[in-house]
């Protein structure tokens, strides 16, 4: 990363949330199996439409107020496999004893104090990725930390909680959810803002990753892991970045939010200076734009309105850049979008779109705009458009102020786009339908603490003679408990090594997708049944690549089959050597110039001719034996 701020001057705060799904068998509320399926294994649907509850106390979460201004239809796919549970027409079961060990073990390993009873709350969710309107979490333990090179850092929250919908389609006025993830249980993992850097973020990220993967408890693959990334400067605000998917993205995210924020706040003094102001009138300029050709214009009118509102002293910052290709602009159309609308215009970019330089000229003094002043548009159906044209007036406002609080969405690239509001302590409300949970000294004691993969890559450096690089490549790949089974299966016998089974499992493997090999399709039983074949010497190691090819095009094989039918059976000593006094015989003159350097060159044309017949080793002693024999004869 680049040294573009001086975090510390800055006055950086950062913390990180990550939602881990754990491998369990049954749902954290029901006993359905934690099964991703495909979408058209789907065997019925059914609709719901949502709308926010108020809590305890008899306040409505703001987000879950704004999440509910667009009236949504949303549709789910349940499968043989969900339950009435998950559709919200039956209450939940019991909490998951397995779930709760698991996440009990987490809890060891951030050195976390558990609480005595587990009390399971309703967390209000509108946006349609629960069928309840409200997501179950449990808060597990408070009080921890983990060390990092810079200092430890602290862990003040782990929750236990139930994974939502995924999302299959948004088809706009409705979306489609999937009821397969619904419910497989996750832990959040909460740190305190203790993150000084970027790199720090990335380290800290790293290292609850490893903790979560020593237990050989939790989901791999994209989507089981997410982090939200909590980041404040003085005179910022507190801003949610969710849905960080890419571990190698986190240093960016933080960066480029630390840039968004020193931007907004230098935007907000020129501003004032400027003695800009919000007007809070939103001008009906319909009329301006009945001739227009403009394309998006002229759709919307079919149907709907032109409005705009006027923004005094705003002139040349609506168009400027608050992060790579994001402009204030950008946030303005972020929050008009909450509305249905598709975006905005505004004149740091006008004429454009097909609005001409006269609609601009009678849209300025339409609104009495001055030079100085920004105007901005929108054209939608009137509903959507007046509460597009309230959202910009109200984020328009928060830059005159700096740095507005909110939930922010991670985008690929490094940068973020508005999301909702923060949410508060309303959103959140007792589970009645859950008992609660005891957890006994004795409980939490008898609880294990797992070995860590960094201690395990070491514990393979020694155990197995293998190379660091390779310890730590098999420690943190989905192949790690395949390959404790195949090295206690195959322990003491001299044809496998845990380095071919590593390389086979991390090397090989990969290579195989690349050729276009459908390599999901070989299971475990597969790979011990390749192992076999080397290990009693039936097939070379050099033969591994080629039979699992082959066992992949079709998975009915057997590992004997496949060699069989590549010709790949064992080849008797005696048909060696003969070839092998063949190829000297043809190269007499080459062995005596060169001697047992002759080994080398000649290893090529005897391994073509047993490649995955004989282990490699086995035919150069025979050569080397061979040569040495002819040169002093």
Partial sequence: MSDKFDYAGLGLKCGLEIHQQLNSKQKLFCRCPTQIRETGESTYEFFRYLRPTASEMGETDRAALEQSKLKRKYVYKGYDSTCLVENDDEPPKKLDRESLDIALSITKLLNMKPVDQV????????????????????????????????????????????????????????????????????????????????????????????????????????????????????????????????????????????????????????????????????????????????????????????LAVLLSGFSGFVGREVQPGRRLGTEFSDRAKTSGVGGIFHTDELPNYGITDDEVRALRETVGAGENDAVVMVADLEKRARGAMESVIARAGEALEGVPEETRRALPDGNSSYLRPLPGAARMYPETDVPQTEISADYFESVKIPELLTERAKRFESEYNLHKELSEKIVYSTYLPLFEEIMQLFNGNPNITATLVVRTLTGTLPELKRDGVEVDRLEDSHFIDVFSLVADGDISKEAIDQILRAIANKPVLSARDAAEELGLGGTDTESIEAFIDSVIDERQDFVREKGLGAVGPLMGPVMAEFRGKVDGKVISDVLKQKINKYINS
Avoid: W
């Fill in 119 to 306: 009390h399971v709350m309703r967390k209000i969710v509108v946006d349609g990725s629960n069928t309840s309107g409200f997501q179950r979490t449990a808060f597990l333990a408070k009080d921890g930390y983990l060390d990092t090179s810079i200092g430890p850092v602290g862990v003040g929250v782990l929750c236990l909680e139930e994974e939502a919908c995924q999302k299959i389609e948004d088809q706009g006025d409705s979306i489609i959810y999937s009821l397969d993830r619904l419910g497989i249980p996750l832990v959040e993992i909460g740190t305190d803002p203790d993150i000084i850097s970027p790199e720090h973020a990335k380290e800290t990220a790293r290292q609850i990753g490893m903790l979560l993967r020593s237990t050989g408890k939790v989901k791999r693959g994209l989507g089981t892991i997410r982090q939200d990334v909590n980041i404040s400067i003085a005179k910022g605000a507190r801003v949610e970045l969710k849905g960080v998917q890419a571990l190698d993205m986190i240093e960016t995210i933080v960066e480029r939010e630390v840039e968004r924020q020193v931007n907004l706040l230098a935007f907000r003094d020129e501003l004032l200076k400027r003695d800009a102001s919000v007007c809070d009138t939103i001008f009906d300029v319909t009329d301006l734009f009945k001739d227009t050709k403009s394309k998006v214009v002229k759709k919307a009118l079919k149907k709907g309105k032109v």
